[in-house]
Antibody, heavy 117, light 107 residues
Framework: QVQLQESGPGLVKPSETLSLTCTVSSGSIRSYYWSWIRQPPGKGLEWIGYIYYSGTTSYNPSLNSRLTISVDTSKNQFSLALNSVTAADTAVYFC???????????WGQGSPVTVSS | DIQLTQSPSSLSASVGDRVTITCRASQTISSYLNWSQQKPGKAPQLLISGASSLQSGVPSRFSGNRSGTDFTLTISSLQPEDVATYYCQQSYSSPLTFGPGTKVDIK
């Protein structure tokens, strides 16, 4: 059973960079897409972006200019960096396996992130 | 971008009732439509992929169907543990998109 675990700070200051890492266990990161999704308090799910294990990425156009997703196959990890954050970026951030033509079939438990000074 | 609309936005039904949720795509997505269930404070759980393929371990009372760009999720006999928000999601083209969700509770 594939398991995903998000890690990173729970509090980020406005204008700084939000950085999260997702560690994949009990399965290889190869041959799959890996996505980040977020959910603001009381709201629905928003897809942030995905990365293929080879490094190909696709981002939500609304976040594209501030977003970088990277992968480290040697550590079975992929990461998210969102810069110039504001209070609107406050959300629970989920990592998941899946992306283009692949369902989001395994999810991390979610990492709450608050943007506040 | 492909827009997904869901109806209804919420519903309340009795235990044992048949419940149907509809998701409509703004353009063709073939069968790249997935349904997930999210309970409060938890991560979403995939129920159905490819419009109609039930995931392993998901109760058989859940089923999915496709008619063109209209998709349905049906719960044949609503159970108390089915109280949750249900999201459709398309994986046909980037950017991936989710429907706004349908909140289901027990009457």
């Amino acid at each position: 059973q594939v398991q995903l675990q998000e890690s990173g700070p729970g509090l980020v200051k406005p204008s700084e960079t939000l950085s999260l890492t997702c560690t994949v266990s009990s399965g290889s990161i190869r041959s799959y897409y890996w996505s980040w999704i977020r959910q603001p308090p009381g709201k629905g799910l928003e897809w942030i972006g995905y990365i293929y294990y080879s490094g190909t990425t696709s981002y939500n156009p609304s976040l594209n200019s501030r977003l970088t997703i990277s992968v480290d196959t040697s550590k079975n990890q992929f990461s998210l960096a969102l810069n110039s954050v504001t209070a609107a970026d406050t959300a629970v951030y989920f990592c998941a396996r899946g992306g283009l033509w692949q369902p989001l079939d395994y999810w991390g438990q979610g990492s709450p992130v608050t943007v506040s000074s | 971008d492909i827009q997904l609309t869901q109806s209804p936005s919420s519903l309340s039904a009795s235990v044992g009732d048949r419940v149907t949720i509809t998701c409509r795509a703004s353009q063709t997505i073939s069968s790249y439509l997935n349904w997930s269930q999210q309970k409060p404070g938890k991560a979403p759980q995939l129920l159905i992929s490819g419009a109609s393929s039930l995931q392993s371990g998901v109760p058989s009372r859940f089923s999915g169907n496709r008619s063109g760009t209209d998709f349905t999720l049906t719960i044949s006999s609503l159970q108390p543990e089915d109280v949750a928000t249900y999201y459709c999601q398309q994986s046909y083209s980037s950017p991936l998109t989710f429907g706004p969700g349908t909140k289901v509770d027990i009457k």
